[in-house]
């Protein structure tokens, strides 16, 4: 992948969607989230057109703060999987990312300073004021490689009017597959996210 990359959503649309775009600015993935599902499933496609499909991303329980979403492929194989750090997680977002089949995570997502996702829900809800929250607070969350303790990407809100955007930096050395397991993760914490704000 050619990083940065960047993530952009409309805030008002009735569907959540988000638009993956690369260093260049081509588009590299889309993602749509199905609505009123019990068990959650969003589909990620190479493009909007959504004519390939590359892989789904499903709760493993019926809604609960602790499920796990895997990460399976077009070809039905596993890519991994990504879950919340249970009561850890009421403060400070904190994710952990598994390998597939894997029991012990390989990586962790941490929210680097709660009181900016705290300012940037608090002002969004209030009229006029709100539309311009998106300017103020920045939340930022960095993945570590849990062996070694290194920054791998970082995720950053960006400053934006009418929509959500985001960055994905890349810092550390990661593999072809874990960029896209770390990649999808990150995308699946922007949609948890933004529904618990």
């Known amino acids: 992948m050619n990083f940065p990359l960047s993530l952009c959503f409309k805030l008002f649309a009735f569907s959540p969607q988000i638009f993956v775009s690369d260093a260049a600015n081509a588009p590299l993935l889309f993602v749509k989230q ?18 390939q499909l590359m892989c789904t991303i499903q709760a493993d329980r019926i809604i609960d703060w602790s499920a796990r979403y895997h990460f399976t492929a077009a070809d039905g194989s596993a890519l991994g999987s990504v879950g919340r750090k249970g009561m850890r997680s009421i403060w400070r977002a904190h994710y952990e990312i598994f390998n597939p089949g894997d029991a012990v995570s390989d990586f962790e997502i941490k929210e680097e300073n709660p009181w900016a996702k705290v300012g940037d829900s608090f002002f969004g809800e209030i009229p006029i004021l709100g539309m311009f929250a998106g300017y103020l607070f920045h939340p930022r969350y960095l993945i570590t490689r849990k062996a070694t303790g290194q920054p791998v990407f970082r995720l950053s809100k960006q400053s934006a009017f009418w929509e959500g955007r985001f960055l994905i930096e890349k810092f550390g050395e990661a593999s072809e597959k874990e960029e896209t397991t770390l990649t999808l993760s990150l995308l699946m914490l922007v949609l948890l996210e933004k529904n618990r704000s």
């Open 34 to 51: 199905k609505l009123f599902k019990l068990r959650e499933k969003i589909e990620v496609f190479r493009d909007e057109s959504r004519s």
